[in-house]
């Protein structure tokens, strides 16, 4: 759910800023700088989500009890123990696999918007 909003959000918004700055058209030049920069965006917010919900699923039960008590637990005690940025653990792997993924989508996404709109006549 993370991914999909920033993903959405992000594109759209950084489309809009690089066309209106006059540097790029709409083409597939401004496509593949709005989807690096989505990718990023995704990336930095998605990451922490994912280090908790691994952090949950690898949990340990010391002496009859879970490691964490719930998502915020997980947060308090990465946050606690490594320090603020350890949500972060895995950013670079995670975003080599997501930034060609989001630059793709939202390329033939396009691609398909302007076929689409060609054949329409529009």
């Not at 594109?11 to 593949?32: A, E, M, P």
């Not at 008590?69 to 320090?83: A, H, N, S």
């Amino acid at each position: 759910m993370v991914v999909n909003a920033s993903e959405l959000a992000t594109y759209t918004q950084s489309k809009q800023l690089l066309l209106s700055s006059g540097y790029f058209k709409d083409n597939i030049v401004c496509h593949f700088g709005a989807s690096v920069v989505t990718g990023l965006v995704t990336a930095t917010t998605s990451t922490p989500w994912d280090v908790a919900k691994t952090r949950i699923q690898n949990m340990q039960v010391i002496n009859g009890r879970p490691e964490y008590r719930g998502l915020i637990d997980v947060f308090t005690q990465i946050i606690r123990k490594e320090g603020f940025f350890s949500l972060w653990k895995g950013f670079t792997p995670y975003y080599v696999r997501v930034g060609p993924y989001t630059v793709c989508l939202f390329i033939f996404m396009e691609q398909l918007n302007r076929l689409h709109h060609k054949l329409r006549g529009s």
